[in-house]
Nanobody, 120 residues
Framework: QVQLVESGGGLVQAGDSLRLSCAASGRTVSDYKMAWFRQTPGKEREFVAAVSWSGIMTTYGESVKGRFTISRDNAKNTVYLQMNSLKPEDTAVYYC?????????????WGQGTQVTVSS
């Protein structure tokens, strides 16, 4: 089991930047592939970014590619999402998720979410 707690969300204006953090406890984050998802009311959860166990391989959703950067600091058991050039459509609750090594390849653990609101 791993517990995930997101932080760093807030209210910003279009064009601003935010850095979200996901702090893990119970297990070291090096045991997991980590990802960020986001969700707005009435819509399905959207994939934002993922980072491999090593931190070398990253994947981004098309809507955030070139603007967001995911990274991890395994020594601190923390994953980050640096969000630049924020747009109003980035407004959502952002969730951290963890995928254990091995099979099945599913995200089994989720944080409570942190709200990001981007005004125009």
């Amino acid at each position: 089991q791993v517990q995930l707690v997101e932080s760093g969300g807030g209210l910003v204006q279009a064009g601003d930047s935010l850095r979200l953090s996901c702090a893990a406890s119970g297990r070291t984050v090096s045991d997991y592939k980590m990802a960020w998802f986001r969700q707005t009311p009435g819509k399905e959860r959207e994939f934002v970014a993922a980072v491999s166990w090593s931190g070398i391989m990253t994947t981004y959703g098309e809507s955030v590619k070139g603007r967001f950067t995911i990274s991890r600091d395994n020594a601190k058991n923390t994953v980050y999402l640096q969000m630049n050039s924020l747009k109003p459509e980035d407004t959502a609750v952002y969730y951290c998720a963890a995928q254990p090594r091995g099979l099945p390849s599913t995200y089994d653990y989720w944080g409570q979410g942190t709200q990001v609101t981007v005004s125009s």
